[in-house]
Nanobody, 123 residues
Framework: QVQLVESGGGLVQPGGSLRLSCAAS????????IGWFSQAPGQEREGVSY????????YYADSVKGRFTISRDKAKNTVYLQMNSLKPEDTAVYYC????????????????WGQGTQVTVSS
């Protein structure tokens, strides 16, 4: 069974950090790229970051450059999103998705999705 499972969300104060994980099972990520997307209430799903599992190529949204870092662990078939210097505007449900998009930020080009993990940044 193909599955992506996110974990690591929670409540954090502004300026704090979280590390999200996206663990894949039922398939290998070697032939896929992983995108992290955020979705705030009433908003569309937006691309946050991307990593191509085979060679580690990465992309970031301008709003998170310098604060977020995406990485992968091939042995664990897992992708991570390290989120530092969090801001209240980062509050959203974060989803990981696997696919082979031509444009990394287009959610419609991904094949598999996780269930999402809530990130809340508030004092």
């Amino acid at each position: 069974q193909v599955q992506l499972v996110e974990s690591g969300g929670g409540l954090v104060q502004p300026g704090g950090s979280l590390r999200l994980s996206c663990a894949a099972s039922g398939f290998t990520l070697d032939y896929y790229a992983i995108g992290w997307f955020s979705q705030a209430p009433g908003q569309e799903r937006e691309g946050v970051s991307y990593i191509r599992f085979s060679d580690g190529r990465t992309y970031y949204a301008d709003s998170v450059k310098g604060r977020f870092t995406i990485s992968r662990d091939k042995a664990k078939n897992t992708v991570y999103l390290q989120m530092n210097s969090l801001k209240p505007e980062d509050t959203a449900v974060y989803y990981c998705a696997a696919g082979g998009p031509t444009y990394w930020g287009n959610p419609y080009e991904y094949d598999y999705w996780g269930q999402g993990t809530q990130v809340t940044v508030s004092s």
